[in-house]
């Protein structure tokens, strides 16, 4: 069942006197994460926080939110999870939330074979790298165009074209 209110990032600290926070994104930048107009405190949606501002600083997305204007006010978010609203996303074609991804079946685009299912995804800077399991082994797959076919995560279901030797001894 795919979740309504996804993890995005984790209050750090607070920046200046005015009830800025400091966050550590958990998605793909902190300017992703610099463009939504509501965070929640809950994964079911609760203590939404309305965003007055927000700026990529470095590796870090600095937020204001509405009520939040001293730094003591700010202080009390630091360790909060925030949590994105599944109707607030806009992704383009081709792009997926990991959350989405995590635990559908892959199947080799030519022959049809399952061949596991996908468990973790890494960033390699480069690339994602895709750990597949399969009969209690993980496979490390790229995730290239040339390697992936299709996903339809509404259906969990991946279809790659795999590179030679990943599923196999093959050179």
């Known amino acids: 069942m795919r979740k309504q209110y996804l993890q995005t990032g984790k209050v ?81 074609p081709g792009r997926y939330l990991i959350e989405d991804l995590l635990n559908c079946i892959v199947i080799d685009a030519d022959s049809r074979e399952t061949l596991g299912v996908l468990r973790e995804v890494s960033s390699t800077g480069a690339n994602d790298v895709w750990h597949i399991e399969r009969a209690g082994k993980i496979y490390l797959v790229p995730a290239i165009e040339e390697v992936i076919v299709s996903v339809d995560t509404q259906a969990e279901r991946i279809l790659l074209r795999p590179l030679k030797g990943i599923f196999d001894d093959a050179d």
């Not at 600290?13 to 992703?32: A, K």
């Not at 610099?34 to 501002?53: D, E, H, I, K, N």
């Open 12 to 92: 750090v600290g607070t920046h200046g006197v005015r009830g800025m926070v400091r966050v550590q994104p958990w998605c793909d930048s902190p300017e992703f994460l610099c463009g939504f107009s509501a965070l929640y405190l809950s994964p079911q949606g609760g203590a939404p926080l309305r965003v007055t501002s927000a700026k990529a600083h470095g590796n870090l997305a600095l937020l204001g939110f509405e009520g939040v204007d001293s730094i003591e006010a700010a202080e009390g978010l630091r360790g909060k999870v925030l949590f994105l609203n599944r109707d607030d996303l806009n992704l383009d």
